[in-house]
């Protein structure tokens, strides 16, 4: 993705593995998702509350 100029975010869950997160671990991703499109300004989404 660098390489082909795509900004990009890894985000890791410490222990995490592949998914069956906390609720806590579901809300740190989900807010960094959210950060990045408000970051290229794409609109949010429904609520997933």
């Given at each position: 993705?660098?390489?082909a100029?795509v900004?990009?975010?890894?985000?890791?869950?410490?222990g995490g593995k592949?998914g069956n997160?906390?609720?806590?671990?579901n809300q740190?991703a989900?807010?960094?998702?959210?950060?990045?499109?408000?970051?290229?300004?794409?609109?949010?989404g429904a609520?997933?509350n």
């Amino acid at each position: 993705l660098q390489k082909a100029g795509v900004d990009h975010e890894l985000v890791t869950i410490p222990g995490g593995k592949h998914g069956n997160f906390t609720r806590a671990e579901n809300q740190k991703a989900f807010a960094a998702i959210k950060a990045f499109l408000a970051k290229h300004g794409l609109p949010p989404g429904a609520s997933t509350n």
